[in-house]
């Protein structure tokens, strides 16, 4: 018996996909981005390429009485009679100097600002 009611199969769908190569998977690559050249936004000691020399280096901090610490003290002396004093003895009233740790060379100044 012949029997011709098969349900013929249809044809796979094509690849949408055909010129599709998956990218290539190499090494990668580093990027070195640049460090700063001055440290004037930190108040703790910062990595940066010193301008002078050239040379990356973390930097060293001293602290400095500086405009902000006069203008602190004279505030203080016009609202009361002792806490004129803090401003001389609080590092956190003065500004901050960043130097070189290869060639001493001032590299960056936080300046301390009263408000």
């Not at 301008?51 to 973390?58: A, K, L, M, Y």
């Not at 740790?101 to 009263?114: D, F, I, S």
Request: aromatic residues 6%; positive net charge.
């Amino acid at each position: 018996m012949n029997n011709n009611n098969y349900s013929q199969i249809p044809p796979p769908p094509q690849n949408q996909n055909q010129g599709y190569q998956p990218p290539m998977m190499g090494a990668p690559q580093t990027v070195q981005v640049g460090l700063p050249r001055t440290a004037n936004s930190s108040t703790a000691p910062t990595t940066i390429q010193c301008p002078q020399c050239n040379q990356v280096g973390v930097t060293t901090v001293k602290s400095k009485m500086g405009k902000g610490t006069w203008c602190c003290v004279a505030l203080l002396c016009f609202t009361t009679a002792i806490l004129w004093v803090v401003p001389f003895c609080s590092e956190n009233c003065q500004d901050k100097i960043h130097t070189c740790p290869t060639c001493q060379a001032e590299v960056g100044r936080h300046r301390y600002k009263v408000c």
